[in-house]
């Protein structure tokens, strides 16, 4: 029998229906969906392992389950073992079952480092049942679930890659080390015990710093005044239009002053000057660019965006969606897909690209185990759902795009005298959409300007005025502007990224969209960035991430670089050491601040206050017995029936995002309202007082 192993239960069943011509049937094997078929060639079995199923871990022995300082140098060097994934020992036994009955194995996971470690995995546990399989093995490479992928992948079956597996398992190892070490050290350190223990990673860490590192620029921003002049000019044609003063921001209230008593009427057009510009059309996506894309053009996070990419390919409707090329192979039926989409509606309007030869645009990066994020399967978007509809009509509009003409807009600038001073107006419409025309969100609004002529005259619409502003801080990260820079720093894979920055959102390190950091997250980033600067900057995550290549390239052992790792953990934990008591401060203080809801009303009103004349204020309190959160006032002292006893049920922070708006109910006027979110679910928050009454 011919054993298939895949990397999940739906890419199984695409598999055994394509290699069987659907005669494939299905049946159970601990709860694992089997494929099975016979053909001339004999029996064939396809399972799929669901993902990982196995995982490193740290031996049992008690030593390494104690979260004590004393113990971390030992958890660093301890060595690592390979156990079942908790809920996964099902897979393995029917993984197993099936090996036994096996002669030849063909491992068929997703062709990356992550599915190349999946089918090492895959291999070492059939091996223990049956050892006689090991000079069958056969790797199956494909980017899409097609019919001609699939097909020609089982008809030129390749080797299993242990290079790009070591890799792999050693980002896998390297996590663990640093995850499992700082993760109890820093808690430990900052003594946030059981359920309120701080998560630590090797990744992390250095991208939490770009959120934080935006945010004090933010913070230390200086607002300072300007003063923008405008003027209303009546056209010949009885229409009105806008201008804006030569001069973009009057940064001195007197020479705004001065401006605006110079103008006078009628003006004068002096100038007018157009300009066309083309726009060429877009490269193939790659992971990367679908990601921000994804983010920036229909508001869906990273991570969101990939899952949903990981469904359309699963369904055969779309390519591998991690891939680093931006470049089209020739091997890929470039014509016929196009053909298939231009027959749907929503596309029609690329069909004229058939008309020429094909010329698709090309990005700089290529990678031969994947072409670009392409469209595998034509279909109507309103047969998907939501947003799964809307990401699959993203990436059909940049694949036809790559395909079309540049857009043609031109740029009309008109300049008018008016007394002593000078205004333009300004305006852009396009002249030809190009790829636009199909890549929709390309395109922006025309602006149009009424039509002007040098030397004619144009009255004043009533007086100039003046807009007073103020300078504003740099806006913060957006989700797709943190993806750019986590890879221009070499921060985490095409594949982990959206995983790290929702893991900060969590972990309670930052909230809304776009990403703000918590006090907590601040405080952790400012006291590793004093202390601990490896675990707040990116250059020594990005020399780990170069080792890994280097694994994969054959130039280091996985072992050489896990044990260089090691060694950087231990300089690590010795700098935490050194700084412990003022990074134990700075982490407590930052939690504490996110705790803090406002001032406490009742305490105010009967004239209570901290010793040092600050206001008592309510904040979230964990009840030690049943683990469960309210909201407490600062002033209850266990021994003084005196003190204040406020008290207010609240949502559970495990289930819902609470964050203090700092203002007061606008009904009772006395209770500081909070916005409430449910955790991992999409929608508005809502505003909540605590005061029932």
């Keep these: 029998?011919?054993?298939?192993?895949?990397?999940?239960?739906?890419?199984?069943?695409?598999?055994?229906?394509?290699?069987?011509?659907?005669a494939a049937t299905e049946k159970k094997s601990f709860t694992v969906p089997v494929f099975r078929w016979e053909d001339s060639d004999g029996e064939t079995a396809v399972i799929g392992t669901g993902g990982h199923f196995v995982g490193r871990e740290f031996p049992q022995e008690k030593?390494?389950?104690?979260?004590?300082?004393?113990?971390?140098?030992?958890?660093?060097?301890?060595?690592?073992?390979?156990?079942?994934?908790?809920?996964?020992?099902?897979?393995?036994?029917?993984?197993?079952?099936?090996?036994?009955?096996?002669?030849?194995?063909?491992?068929?996971?997703?062709?990356?480092?992550?599915?190349?470690l999946i089918g090492l995995e895959a291999l070492e546990v059939?091996?223990?049942?049956?050892?006689?399989?090991?000079?069958?093995?056969?790797?199956?490479?494909?980017?899409?679930?097609?019919?001609?992928e699939i097909e020609g992948a089982f008809d030129n079956l390749d080797e299993?890659?242990?290079?790009?597996?070591?890799?792999?398992?050693?980002?896998?190892?390297?996590?663990?080390?640093?995850?499992?070490?700082?993760?109890?050290?820093?808690?430990?350190?900052a003594k946030a015990y059981g359920a309120n223990f701080l998560s630590v990673g090797r990744v992390q860490s250095p991208t939490l710093g770009l959120i934080v590192e935006r945010e004090l620029e933010r913070r230390a921003h200086v607002a300072k005044p300007f003063w923008e002049l405008f003027a209303k000019f009546e056209h010949p044609s009885g229409h009105s239009f806008e201008a804006h003063h030569a001069t973009d921001k009057f940064w001195d209230k007197g020479e705004a002053d001065a401006a605006l008593k110079g103008t006078a009427s009628p003006g004068a057009v002096k100038a007018?000057?157009?300009?066309?510009?083309?726009?060429?059309?877009?490269?193939?996506?790659?992971?990367?660019?679908?990601?921000?894309?994804?983010?920036?053009?229909?508001?869906?996070?990273?991570?969101?965006?990939?899952?949903?990419?990981?469904?359309?390919?699963?369904?055969?409707?779309?390519?591998?969606?991690?891939?680093?090329?931006?470049?089209?192979?020739?091997?890929?039926?470039?014509?016929?897909?196009?053909?298939?989409?231009?027959?749907?509606?929503?596309?029609?309007?690329?069909?004229?690209?058939?008309?020429?030869?094909?010329?698709?645009?090309?990005?700089?990066?290529?990678?031969?185990?994947?072409?670009?994020?392409?469209?595998?399967?034509?279909?109507?978007?309103?047969?998907l759902d939501g947003p799964k509809a809307r990401v699959y009509e993203l990436i059909v509009?940049?694949?036809?795009?790559?395909?079309?003409?540049?857009?043609?807009?031109?740029?009309?600038?008109?300049?008018?005298e008016a007394g002593s001073e000078t205004y333009?107006?300004?305006?852009?419409?396009?002249?030809?959409?190009?790829?636009?025309?199909?890549?929709?969100?390309?395109?922006?609004?025309?602006?149009?300007?009424?039509?002007?002529?040098?030397?004619?005259?144009?009255?004043?619409?009533?007086?100039?005025?003046?807009?007073?502003?103020?300078?504003?801080?740099?806006?913060?990260?957006?989700?797709?502007?943190?993806?750019?820079?986590?890879?221009?720093?070499?921060?985490?894979?095409?594949?982990?990224?959206?995983d790290i920055i929702q893991k900060l959102y969590n972990r309670r390190y930052v909230r809304n969209h776009p990403p703000e950091p918590t006090a907590t997250g601040i405080a952790m980033y400012e006291a590793f960035k004093e202390y601990v600067p490896d675990m707040a900057t990116s250059e020594m995550t990005a020399s780990l991430e170069g080792e890994m290549d280097e694994i994969a390239e054959e130039k280091m052992t996985k072992d050489e670089v896990v044990e260089d790792s090691r060694k950087l953990v231990h300089k690590t934990f010795k700098d935490l050491l050194e700084g412990e008591e003022a990074l134990s401060k700075m982490i407590w203080e930052g939690m504490d601040r996110d705790r803090i809801l406002g001032p406490c009303i009742v305490c105010q009103e009967a004239g209570r206050t901290k010793p040092d004349g600050s206001p008592n204020m309510l904040r979230i309190i964990?009840?030690?017995?049943?683990?469960?959160?309210f909201v407490g006032c600062t002033g209850w002292e266990a021994d003084n029936p005196e003190s204040c006893d406020q008290t207010f049920p609240m949502p559970q922070p495990n289930f819902y995002e609470v964050t203090p708006l700092e203002e007061n109910c606008s009904v009772c006027h006395r209770t500081p309202r909070v916005n409430v979110k449910t955790r991992g679910r999409a929608g508005r928050p809502w505003k909540l007082c605590f005061n029932d009454d």
């Design 622 to 629: 964990r009840a030690k017995k049943s683990g469960k959160s």
């Design 160 to 189: 299993l890659s242990y290079p790009l597996a070591n890799a792999a398992g050693a980002r896998q190892d390297i996590d663990l080390i640093w995850g499992a070490a700082f993760t109890r050290a820093v808690s430990l350190v």
């Design 397 to 416: 509009r940049r694949f036809l795009a790559t395909f079309g003409e540049p857009m043609v807009t031109e740029s009309t600038r008109a300049d008018i």
């Design 63 to 116: 030593e390494y389950k104690q979260w004590k300082l004393d113990l971390i140098p030992g958890l660093i060097d301890a060595p690592l073992e390979t156990g079942p994934i908790d809920g996964k020992k099902n897979v393995i036994k029917a993984v197993q079952k099936e090996a036994k009955q096996a002669d030849s194995l063909v491992i068929g996971t997703d062709f990356d480092r992550e599915g190349e």
């Design 1 to 22: 029998m011919r054993l298939i192993i895949t990397e999940k239960n739906n890419s199984a069943q695409k598999i055994a229906e394509i290699l069987s011509n659907g």
């Design 424 to 498: 333009f107006v300004r305006g852009k419409v396009v002249l030809d959409p190009g790829y636009a025309g199909i890549y929709t969100y390309a395109r922006s609004a025309d602006e149009e300007i009424p039509a002007l002529e040098e030397g004619q005259q144009v009255a004043l619409d009533g007086a100039p005025w003046l807009i007073d502003k103020e300078t504003q801080p740099p806006a913060r990260l957006s989700e797709a502007k943190l993806v750019q820079l986590m890879d221009e720093q070499g921060l985490g894979t095409k594949a982990t990224r959206p």
């Design 126 to 148: 059939c091996l223990e049942v049956n050892p006689g399989l090991e000079p069958t093995l056969k790797r199956a490479r494909y980017s899409a679930l097609t019919k001609e």
């Design 272 to 383: 007018v000057t157009s300009r066309k510009s083309t726009s060429k059309p877009p490269t193939p996506y790659n992971t990367n660019s679908f990601q921000v894309d994804a983010s920036s053009r229909l508001g869906i996070t990273p991570k969101r965006a990939m899952d949903l990419a990981q469904d359309l390919y699963d369904d055969g409707f779309i390519s591998y969606p991690r891939t680093d090329n931006t470049i089209y192979p020739d091997s890929l039926p470039l014509e016929k897909t196009i053909a298939s989409l231009v027959k749907i509606k929503d596309f029609a309007a690329a069909a004229p690209i058939l008309d020429k030869p094909l010329h698709p645009t090309q990005g700089k990066k290529f990678d031969a185990a994947h072409p670009p994020i392409y469209p595998t399967h034509a279909l109507y978007p309103s047969a």
